[in-house]
């Protein structure tokens, strides 16, 4: 008796199109991220740190362990606005 | 009307309109991020807590940036300093720890293995130890317990 294996695709498309569609989502991520995982879980210090981290390397999860900050890092501040007329 | 100029998307380099007068003194600001400042957080708790103090106290009589300068700078070179001594002797572990929090969202449960490293190394170069303020008595702190409850799912 011949298996009807043709009522099998749907399933096998479903699977990998979500397959597809989660691997893209976490490889995003990861981009996004510098090669680890997203934060969560962040709060207000979180994001505050973070944002001194991109003025610092210019990517808010890049590190560094550099005692001495780089030259205009004491400035950068978006404290710091330009009053114009 | 104000305009923010973000520093990133500058042409020119950013020249302060109002600089602190001479009679201040420079002291260049700290420049690690936020993983290696964490995992060196309680090393500066340990090294800096009388500057740290000082200032915290300061800003508590008055909270005009002017007023604690000096506090201010005590705090940034002591913190410098240990950031210092820390990569010149126990570079790599405090890289490994760094690292691993980075990979973990900054949180400490994951990382006790390279945490143990590290305090090991810093304890016998610099003679600092962590310890958690608000362990109640009695307990092991949380960082030194063998089968802890929050940990890596995998080994």
Redesign the interface.
Known sequence: MPVPWEALIPFGLLTAMFGVAGTLLNASAHVQNQGKGPRYNTDAWDEMMMDRDKRLTGHKRGQRSDPVAPEGFSTSSQWYTEKTR | ?????D??TAST??K?PTPLPDNVPKV??????????KSASFFIGAHCKEFNEDFMLCKQENRDPAHCLKEGRRVTRCA??L??KL?ENCFKE??EH?SCL??N??EFYPCRKPEKALNKCVFEKLGLSKTIPGTPEGKTPVHELENPIFKRQQK
Not at chain 2, 28 to 36: C, I, L, N, R, Y
């Open positions: 009307m104000s305009l923010f100029h520093p990133a380099p950013y302060d260049a600001e700290v420049g690690t991020t936020s993983a290696p400042l410098a300093d950031i210092n990569r405090f890289e760094w980075e990979y969202n900054q």
